[in-house]
């Protein structure tokens, strides 16, 4: 597997130098007689913001599903913070990729559902609630019910619901997928702010090559099914950083780089290959 | 409140009053039609079934009879209820338990309940047993049904969800997947609650000198036609209030996604 640097020295944050916070060990999962991901190895360093892109059907989501502990691997061993993973730890937060959103529940109701279940205080609850409502740009629909919002709003609200509880290690699965354009930019400033600000690690799996370039620290490309990483890219990019750096002139080299290896999977994975089309006189 | 309104919007009330009034009606001249085609011996008119009906009311027989209906009713219901919420969430939480028992119940709701009125009467002979007993078997079938399906076809991410926060699982039956079945189990119980007035009042027909399916079968057999159709009449009136009650709650507190 490759790794490629996009690094300035001295700019972003030398993950390799860091304390590991997750990890996982020749891990692999078969459904049934499905081969979906691996063998694969991953190491997430303490307060990184590592994102995942790779072809529809790799294996994306059932690499987030063994990593936070809700499915097993048939092989190999998950770590969150040195201790084995059995179960979702104490730590972990995480944002399907389905809308989640509780629909009994109003909006501000369901952000609060982890705070109250695990018995905190109501005014400090309200406090968090209103904070992140703020921060998903939901405080006009507190009171309205998840029927009554858009796809990209109940998203929002199941996001809103995962950050209240401060995890220290943030799994979303392409949570901006029912975003616009813009919104999705500006989500991303937003995560980026609060990435900043709690020092959390974020696991991101997206199919937006540019919003991984814009977001991340490093960059898994994930292989067509079974799932393995076939390049691992570093961003470099400095801490303090926002959309705007869609300006600069590595973002499109490390765009371009990304879409290099995943037209190739892509073709895969949808059956095709380029081999083949190239191969046409 | 902030956020958009929760009530429909007034148009869509007003579509629904226009409704109600068109199929009453609609209702009311089916019956009048009927009265013309079939008699004065079968049916009586609307009007003359109003007017006993207004007589009836005021008679303190009358009330004895409703109130016997009424007891038994709501035995029925609440048994039935309690019954097939359990049978149904058991059945729904335990694959393989469900899997056997959903072809069998919904055979048995199939089944014409005619066929086991005998041996309710041999079992719980004339009176208030047999009318609850006719009640719950109407009525227990659709109620276990609709909760199993309920259970079972719970959205898995919603399970997930209470999984990754790490609820127990009484925490997850209880905040999550209960109030995920609420709304089907609501309308389970409005078709349970249809079905069980049913069978109760079959049940009276049958099995029994007291309550209003006594005294419709009663009124026929006497060739108090005005009586029958007024004892009718009133239980329409009754069960489309009462199922009205039942939607405009169901409106009002349930958000369906
Ligand atoms: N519960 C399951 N049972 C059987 N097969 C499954 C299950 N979940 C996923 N798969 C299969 O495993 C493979 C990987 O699925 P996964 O959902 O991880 O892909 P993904 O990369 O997240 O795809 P997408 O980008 O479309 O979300 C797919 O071929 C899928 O059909
Ligand atoms: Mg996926």
Redesign the pocket.
Same mark, same amino acid.
């Given at each position: 597997m490759a790794v490629v640097a996009f690094a300035d020295p001295g700019g972003g944050m030398p993950a390799t130098a860091r304390e590991t916070h997750a990890a996982l060990r020749g891990v692999t999962r078969v459904?049934?007689r499905?081969a979906?991901?691996g063998p694969l190895d991953l190491d997430l360093a303490k307060g990184e913001f590592f994102s995942v892109v790779?072809? =529809?059907?790799?294996?994306? =989501?059932?690499?987030?599903?063994v990593l936070s502990g809700l499915g097993r691997p048939n092989a190999g061993t998950v770590t969150f913070e040195g201790a084995p993973v059995d179960g979702v730890p104490d730590g972990v937060g995480i944002v399907f990729?389905e809308d989640a959103s509780f629909p009994w529940l109003s909006v501000r109701d369901n952000v609060a559902f982890g705070l109250r279940r695990a018995g905190m205080d109501g005014a400090e609850i309200a406090r968090r609630v209103d904070y992140a409502l703020g921060f998903m740009g939901l405080s006009d629909f507190a009171g309205a019910y998840p029927a009554q919002l858009s796809g990209g709003m109940r998203q929002r609200v199941c996001i809103a619901r995962t950050l209240v509880t401060q995890p220290r290690l943030i799994l979303l699965?392409?949570p901006f997928g029912a975003l616009d354009q813009q919104t999705r930019l500006l989500m991303g400033d937003e995560l980026l702010r609060l990435w900043r600000e709690t020092g959390a690690t974020v696991l991101l799996?997206t199919?937006a090559l540019d919003e991984a370039a814009m977001l991340s620290d490093r960059i898994g490309v994930?292989s067509s099914?079974p799932?393995r990483f076939i390049e691992i890219v570093e961003t470099g990019w400095p801490r303090e950083r926002d959309s705007r750096i869609v300006a600069d002139e590595r973002f499109g080299q490390i765009t371009a780089r990304l879409w290099s290896h995943l037209r190739e999977e892509s073709l895969k994975a949808i059956g095709k290959s380029s081999s083949r089309k190239t191969s046409v006189p | 409140m902030s956020g958009p309104a929760t009530l429909p919007a007034p148009e869509a009330r007003q579509s629904w009053l226009i409704d109600g009034v068109v199929t009453a009606v609609i209702a009311i001249g089916a019956w009048q039609a009927l009265h013309a085609y079939a008699g004065e011996a079968a049916i009586a008119s609307p009007l003359k079934a109003l007017r006993h009906l207004s007589g009836l009311v005021a008679t303190a027989g009358f009330w004895s009879h409703a109130t016997a209906t009424l007891t038994a009713f709501a035995g029925a219901l609440a048994i039935s209820a309690a019954l097939g919420i359990g049978l149904g969430l058991v059945l729904g939480l335990r694959r393989f338990a469900g899997e056997v028992a959903e072809p069998i119940l919904s055979g048995l709701y199939a089944i014409p309940k005619v066929t086991l009125y005998p041996v309710i009467l041999l079992i719980f002979g004339l009176g208030l047993g047999a009318k609850v007993a006719f009640g719950v078997i109407h009525g227990v079938i659709p109620i276990t049904l609709f909760t199993l399906t309920a259970v079972k076809g719970i959205n898995p991410v919603l399970i997930r969800t209470a999984r990754a926060m790490r609820l127990s699982q009484a925490d997850t039956i209880r905040t999550v997947l209960a109030p995920a079945v609420l709304p089907e189990i609501v309308t389970g119980l409005r078709v349970g609650f249809s079905l069980t007035l049913l069978g109760v009042l079959v049940g009276e027909m049958f099995a029994s000198q007291r309550g209003l399916g006594f005294l419709i079968v009663n009124g026929i057999s006497l060739h108090n036609v005005k009586q029958t159709t007024a004892v009718i009449l009133m239980l329409v009136v009754v069960a489309v209030a009462a199922n009205g009650v039942l939607l405009w709650l169901d409106r009002r507190f349930i958000h369906r996604p």
């Open positions: 459904y049934g499905l979906a991901l790779g072809p =529809s059907g790799c294996g994306k =989501s059932t690499l987030l599903d990729q699965d392409e799996i199919h994930m099914r799932g | -």
